[in-house]
């Protein structure tokens, strides 16, 4: 039993108590080997719905400053895979560290966005995690999350039980993208497939027409 | 942080700004209310007619009188200017994170908080708290912009960053006026239309950092 275990464990409790939370798709996480998690982020809960729902052991990319909020993050984080992420200047170190750990075959799990959405709508990509996923040329398990942002908005200082979907649909293969010119390239065909997936994942099982999208 | 950091201006009729607190917000113009029950958003007119909402509506709606562009950010001459009371914090350190002897990356840490003020105009950015810290940048020296939980990140030349956590205002609304200044004076200096503000500030144009 490591940290990570009792955490996820723990964070299952919690998003037991907090929302009705409905997990499909977990045959398409791989049993072994490397892949990147790719998530819609649209709640303060969605990374305790998604390491809670993943029975894959995932290091998760989060903001650098996290690290530094007090000793209980300080301690927590690394225990539980955390990467820290620089996220106002280009960090190569942060890169590096992902390929390092595909490589190993782990799973990373990354939020695209790059921020919780103010209003539930899936915001632009960071190009950065696109140039990544094609330079990896791991599988990507894409994660759609729906209801979370109904549960616990950016802007409430108190989540609400709300019916909760986390939906995993199938590995997407995009191979291998070694040169720089290459990747930039499949940017934007690579950026806007993964944003339709997304958003079908998220939309499927969304109850219509509230506090969401 | 509150409703009325997503509804800083009245979705109903554009008055500018907002009040409220919590999971509640109420335009004194228009008598627009707006609140969160269980899982869902209602607004009820000054009539009294209650409507279910989406988050989504009431940003396009924001966003379709004007966004953060309002009367509130002009000066009487007609300049823009607008400026907010808010807590200034810089970076001051950079730590490696290490855990069972491998690196997992660089943790930032920000200095202790202290009351400032951020001033916005069609030409900078202005920055004054205690410390005397602060300065003026053009937008085209702005390196990122992106809110961050309650905050407002701007990365500033030198491998600066400079973080604000609004008192009084909106983190919504001052993300959107400085994105709206940022586009607005590259698009003005022909430089391109900016296509992402983090972790830089990067133009169609050239396809490169800017």
């Not at chain 1, 939370?21 to 998604?50: M, W």
């Not at chain 1, 225990?79 to 170190?93: E, L, M, T």
């Not at chain 1, 791991?138 to 616990?152: D, L, T």
């Amino acid at each position: 039993m490591n940290w990570y275990s009792v955490f996820r464990w723990v964070v299952r409790g919690v998003v037991g108590i907090l929302v009705r939370l409905e997990v499909t798709g977990r045959e398409n996480i791989p049993e072994r080997g490397p892949f990147l998690l790719i998530a819609n982020h649209q709640g303060t809960l969605d990374p305790l719905l998604v390491q809670g729902s993943c029975h894959r052991t995932v290091h998760t990319f989060t903001k650098s400053t996290q690290f530094s909020s007090g000793p209980v993050f300080r301690w927590l984080l690394p225990r539980i895979n955390a990467i820290p992420a620089r996220r106002y200047r280009v960090d190569p170190q942060v890169v590096r560290i992902a390929l390092r750990l595909l490589k190993r075959g782990e799973a990373v799990g990354i939020y695209p966005e790059g921020e919780r959405s103010w209003d539930g709508t899936l915001q632009p990509f960071r190009r950065g995690t696109v140039r990544l996923i094609l330079k990896a040329g791991v599988p990507v398990v894409p994660c759609g999350i729906a209801g979370s942002f109904r549960a616990w908005p950016r802007w409430s200082r108190r989540p609400t039980r709300a019916r909760v979907s986390v939906r995993f649909g199938e590995p997407i293969h995009f191979g291998v993208h070694d040169r720089r010119h290459e990747r930039e390239e499949a940017l934007e065909a690579t950026t806007a497939r993964i944003a339709r997936v997304l958003v079908a994942l998220s939309q499927e099982s969304r109850p219509a027409d509230r506090t969401g999208a | 942080m509150a409703l009325k950091d997503l509804c800083y201006r009245c979705p109903g009729c554009g008055h500018d700004p907002m009040n409220g607190e919590g999971d509640r917000a109420w335009c004194r113009s228009c008598g627009t209310r707006i609140r969160r029950r269980g899982d869902q958003l209602f607004s009820t007119s000054a009539g009294g007619r209650r409507r279910r909402v989406t988050a989504s509506a009431l940003s396009r709606e924001i966003e379709r009188r004007g966004g953060p562009i309002s009367p509130q950010t002009f000066r009487a001459d007609g300049t823009l200017e607008y400026s907010a009371r808010t807590m200034v914090s810089w970076r001051i350190s950079e730590e490696p994170v290490w855990h069972r002897g491998v690196l997992r990356g660089f943790s930032e840490t920000m200095s202790p908080e202290v009351p400032g003020r951020v001033t916005a105009n069609r030409e900078a950015l202005t920055v004054q708290d205690g410390r005397r810290r602060g300065g003026r940048w053009g937008y085209l020296e702005l390196r990122a912009l992106q809110s961050s939980s309650s905050a407002l990140q701007i990365s500033l030349p030198g491998n600066r960053l400079v973080q604000f956590r609004f008192t009084t205002d909106s983190p919504k609304r001052w993300e959107d006026l400085l994105r709206s200044l940022v586009r607005e004076t590259y698009h003005r200096a022909g430089r391109g239309d900016v296509v992402e503000f983090q972790p830089a500030i990067v133009t169609r144009s050239c396809g490169s950092r800017a």
